[in-house]
């Protein structure tokens, strides 16, 4: 086993003087060659120095982190903002542990446009990240109830996509009728004016609500002149209604016509929440939220990463050309000179400290404060929940990381197990994971839950099997081990699993229980009765969500397998068509309706498609 570099002082020498002083970009990376964190300075060698320097005052979290570091890599740039840019780039395509400043918890709702369609959706998500590069995120929205009316408005006055499937197949449904839809469904629009559209909503999203305002006019007086009277009413009604959205929203400042971006935060000794507010042509057009670790950084370190992160996934558009922040940023220059270079003009970026700007940072402030106590509470019933759950169980400590098993199937066909976890009390959906059952005897009429879970535990901890004791230790210290596993089920699921994890040599290591469906009996290994526990009491109820978590992605995934199996057996059916035709037919269609709808054209421009076979799969379809 390789030491670290705190373990092997002449490497951390030998390795710290081959680091230059000059601007650039330093990963640091553990002895399974896995990025820890990604930084950037304008002198490596000073940056990285100091996180080995003993009278170092490093936060708790950054201090396990060094203990880690096995190696060091480093790219040199010529200046502090091309640093900065390809720090924001490494940090995406690595995602390192220990550079997660900003929570994905799924708390607030993003709005997606999938730009990579030809037909482009637009939905709320609660997911930051999407499958294509192309598709957009814009968020997160505080006001889930303000989101959902402001795009149900947009749907109203922008004609788009009503429905995710067509109810006719050769005639658009009542929404083209009403002027709702542009007929998507038969392609009565093509792609390049629907995409016209979507980018005009868009730009709601991105807080030029008054330059779309400013278009829409000029299209209007066109209108008008070309005495199209209709169009022209139509667009009208447009402008009116989005003069409507952020009508009870006025902020009061000098200068409305300049958009302006105001961020603050509150913090305790665990973790700070930021509020963002966006102002344009003086209103409020978004507030948007963010938590971090508040011993991640100093507070004017975390602004300094919180708008970097918001702002390395924004378009030039959105940048705004003030920001004004209620600490003085450590890099503000490299912060101002990267937007600048980013938007095409200037950005400038102060900590105002009198008059209205300044009421307007007390004011962004006050309603991170108000974040902060209400995530505060929410930390308290999580902690008397682990408490509860802690005395119950016997526990010599608070569960950190819990983690829920489930099967899902039909008669055994389809047969998944889903694994889930709970990081403090919370789903960290980050570290969910499917499995499919490989047990050769679980098929279509013969199923068996306790075989399935005792495969799944197996997969799960095998990597700790067989380890020296010295080895072993290292391994349960991992973020990765649980501090406690529960198995949905009863005395037998329990008694299935736990051979297993004796076998595996594990049984002093792993706290396991498991929860049945039918009492809420919670089993302990080895005993044949249930504990006499308190439904209401918290730990049981925290037990509840985290099952009832488990079953529902179980559930999901079954679903989604088994609807995915149906679609390639109607799909084997075609002479010619292999498997990995299938894949590009359903990538490109999404469906098996929709090949079923397409025409021979459509379905040969599919890669891998030619005439012939196009020809003989819309025969399939259409026999007569």
Known sequence: ??????????????????????????MMRDRNDQTLYIGKSKSLRNRVRSYFRSSQDLSPRIAMMVQLVNEIEFIVTDTEA??????????????????????????????????????????ITRRRTQ?????????????????????????????????????????????????LCPGVCQRLISPEEYHKTMQKVAMIFQGRTKELTDTLTEKMDIAAADLDFEKAAIVRDQINTLKTLGADQKVSLPD????????????????????????????LVGRLAFTADSQSDTPDMILQRVLESHYQGCEPVEIPAEIHTQLELPEAEILSAWLSQKRGRKVNIST????????????????????????????????????????????SDLPHRIEGYDISHIQGSDAVASQVVFIDGLPANQHYRHYKIRNPEIMTGHSDDFASLAEVIGRRFRKY????????????QDRDFPDLVMIDGGKGQLSAVMAVIENLGLADRLNVISLAKKREEIFLPGQSKPLDTDPEDSGVQLLRRLRDEAHRF????????????????????????????????????HSVEYVRQATIEQIANTPGIGAKLAQQIYAHFHPH
Not at 1 to 26: A, C, D, H, W
Not at 275 to 281: E, H, K, M, S, T
Request: glycine share 4%.
């Open 131 to 179: 499958p294509s590069a192309k598709d957009r995120c814009y968020g997160p929205y505080v006001d889930t109830h303000a989101l959902r009316r402001t795009l149900g408005i947009i749907k109203r006055i922008f004609p788009l996509k009503q429905r995710p499937k067509p109810i006719f197949k050769d005639r658009p449904c009542l929404n083209y009728d009403m002027g």
């Open 256 to 283: 409305d016509t300049i958009s302006r971006d105001a961020i603050a935060l509150a913090s305790d000794e665990n973790r700070a929440c930021i509020q963002l507010f966006q102002i344009r042509a003086g209103r």
């Open 1 to 26: 086993m390789s030491l670290s570099l705190l373990q092997n002082p002449e490497k951390l020498q030998t390795r710290l003087k081959e680091i230059p002083l000059e601007p650039g970009v330093y």
């Open 465 to 476: 099997a067989n380890q020296d004791p010295e080895a072993l230790a290292v391994l349960c």
């Open 554 to 589: 179980a559930i999901t995934f079954h679903r989604k397998k088994r609807s995915q199996r149906m679609h390639r057996s109607h799909l084997d059916q075609i002479p010619g068509l292999g498997h990995h035709r299938q894949k590009q037919l359903l990538a490109k269609f």
């Open 352 to 395: 105002p400290q009198r008059q209205l700007k300044a009421e307007l940072i007390e004011m962004v402030e006050r309603n991170a404060q108000y974040e902060l106590a209400r995530v505060q509470k929410q930390v308290d019933r999580n902690t008397q929940s682990l408490e509860g759950l802690t005395a119950m169980l016997d526990l």
């Open 82 to 123: 091309e640093a900065l840019a390809l720090e924001d780039n490494l940090i995406k395509q690595y995602q390192p542990y220990y550079n997660v400043l900003l929570k994905d918890d799924k708390k607030y709702p993003y709005v997606c446009i999938t730009w990579s369609d030809d037909y482009p959706r637009i939905f």
